[in-house]
Each structure stands twice: as C-alpha cells, then as structure tokens.
T-cell receptor
Framework: AQSVTQLGSHVSVSEGALVLLRCNYSSSVPPYLFWYVQYPNQGLQLLLKYTTGATLVKGINGFEAEFKKSETSFHLTKPSAHMSDAAEYFCAVSGNSGNTPLVFGKGTRLSVIA | DAGVIQSPRHEVTEMGQEVTLRCKPI?????LFWYRQTMMRGLELLIY????????DSGMPEDRFSAKMPNASFSTLKIQPSEPRDSAVYFC???????????FGSGTRLTVV
C-alpha cells in the first residue's frame, strides 16, 4: 500500500523567493512519484515525475524535485517564485507497474506575495 | 488532441434526483479513473477501469454510486438518489497502461441542494 504526506496545507512565499513544497511517501514497493499542479477551476496538470534513473527530476515551469530514498521524500522546489505559480500542488505515489492507481496527498496551496 | 472531456462542467440538482457525469478519454488511453475532490477529504479514488473492465470499486462510497464503461470512448458515473453530501468536484483521468502519469479532465462541479 502507498500513502503520501504533504507537510503544510498552505505555503506563502514572496515573489522571487525559493519555493519548497514538502512530500514524504510510504510504499511497500519501489515507488513512482509525481507532482501535479491545479489552478482554480481546472483539472490537475502533471508537473514532473520520477520513475527510474536520475533522482533529480526537472519539470515544467522551472520546477524540479529530488527523490531521496533514505528520507522517503520527494520535495518540490523552484529557485524563484513567480506570481503565476500560485496554485494547489499535489504529490502522488504509485507502485512500479503501469497499472495501479496514483495515491494523492492532500495538497499544498502556494501563495505568492508581490 | 482534445484531452479528457468531461460533461457537464457544472451541475446543480435537488436532493433525490439522479445525476449522471460523463467522461470521454483520450483516444488510445485504456485506463480510466474517477476521483472525487472535496476540501475535507482531498482527492479520493472512486473506481478505475483497465480496458473497459472495472478493476477496483472499493472507493465508491455507497450503493447510490455506480460507474460504467461500455466502450473505450465513454464512461459514466451515476448517483441515484443524490444527497447534499455528494457535492464535490468529480474528476475523470485517463492514461495508457504502462505509462505512469494521468491526464485529467477539467472536472464536473456537482452541487446537490
């Protein structure tokens, strides 16, 4: 079974500051990990994913995440926040086949202050 | 590619009425997932299909909920009778089996009064 914990339901940063959204997972099998972004009144959009290989994964809009097995973490970062980054961010985990559902965390709302 | 298409975008109905939500997956995507999103519970998986076959419906909250996928191009989620606590955003997501990320539809915002 898999589960995801996102630390902090709401994170607020200043424009230009570092964005750090935390995600810890639990999985009984090697995990595949994902970050999704949701803008108001829209569906979820894939930001980036880790399946195998390089543990530092780059995604869209300047975001990246690092898989750390020893810490069971997959934190999302962006060096410099932009106003357009304000949204809800979801971390998700699945097992390492292509056929099992994703389990999502509760989400973190990111606010960017001018 | 039109993406995952959900209809209607918004639905307001009275308690006790039947509600049907619809989803058209991306062509070639053979796994389909129905999720419900609420403030209290976040994103909950209701049911999913592989190759039109329901695989796990353990997330369906009650017998009032049912889902079908009669062919590769169409799925429905039905609530009968609806109750105010069913008010939520319902998302359909699809993927090609073996490919790990989903593509989500824009969701249906259901309000039961």
């Amino acid at each position: 079974a898999q589960s995801v914990t996102q630390l902090g339901s709401h994170v607020s940063v200043s424009e230009g500051a570092l964005v750090l959204l935390r995600c810890n997972y639990s999985s009984s099998v090697p995990p595949y990990l994902f970050w999704y972004v949701q803008y108001p009144n829209q569906g979820l959009q894939l930001l980036l994913k880790y399946t195998t290989g390089a543990t530092l994964v780059k995604g869209i809009n300047g975001f990246e995440a690092e898989f750390k097995k020893s810490e069971t973490s997959f934190h999302l970062t962006k060096p410099s926040a932009h106003m357009s980054d304000a949204a809800e961010y979801f971390c998700a985990v699945s097992g390492n086949s292509g056929n099992t559902p994703l389990v999502f965390g509760k989400g973190t709302r990111l606010s960017v202050i001018a | 590619d039109a993406g995952v298409i959900q209809s209607p975008r918004h639905e307001v109905t009275e308690m006790g009425q039947e509600v049907t939500l619809r989803c058209k997956p991306i062509s070639g995507h053979n796994s389909l997932f129905w999720y419900r999103q609420t403030m209290m519970r976040g994103l909950e998986l209701l049911i999913y299909f592989n190759n039109n076959v329901p695989i796990d419906d353990s997330g369906m909250p009650e017998d009032r909920f049912s889902a079908k996928m009669p062919n590769a191009s169409f799925s429905t989620l039905k609530i009968q009778p609806s109750e105010p606590r069913d008010s939520a955003v319902y998302f359909c997501a699809t993927r090609r089996m073996g490919i790990y990320g989903y593509t989500f539809g824009s969701g249906t915002r259901l309000t039961v009064v």
